[in-house]
């Protein structure tokens, strides 16, 4: 479903294959209350995240809290430059009128 050519399953490291493909898996799953959020889900063989199960690892709790800080801080930073380019058209606008 949807990922790039050369995309790599993050439980095994290798790429989806015929039969196998990468499907949307839950780092912290869904019946624990893992959310459909980005930071939550990566590319998993169908049989990597059947072997997974509902089960998850302190490393895995580790990962999705990691994920969510970057997700964080990088909707941060496009935040900050979209309100700079407004209000970079504010003072234009400003300019324009007073002119
Ligand atoms: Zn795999």
Redesign the pocket.
């Known amino acids: 479903m949807g990922y790039p050519k050369g995309t790599l399953?993050?439980?095994?490291?290798?790429p989806g294959r015929r039969g196998?493909p990468?499907t949307k898996g839950h780092i912290i799953p869904k019946a624990y209350g893992g959310p459909n959020a980005s930071w939550n889900i990566r590319p998993?063989?169908a049989?990597?995240n059947r072997n997974r199960g509902s089960d998850y690892t302190r490393a895995d709790v580790a990962e999705a809290m990691r994920r969510h800080q970057v997700e964080k801080s990088q909707k941060r930073v496009a935040e900050a430059q979209r309100t700079g380019r407004l209000e970079e058209a504010g003072a234009t606008g400003l300019q324009l009128e007073g002119g």
């Open positions: 399953c993050e439980v095994c490291g290798k196998d990468l998993e063989h049989s990597c």
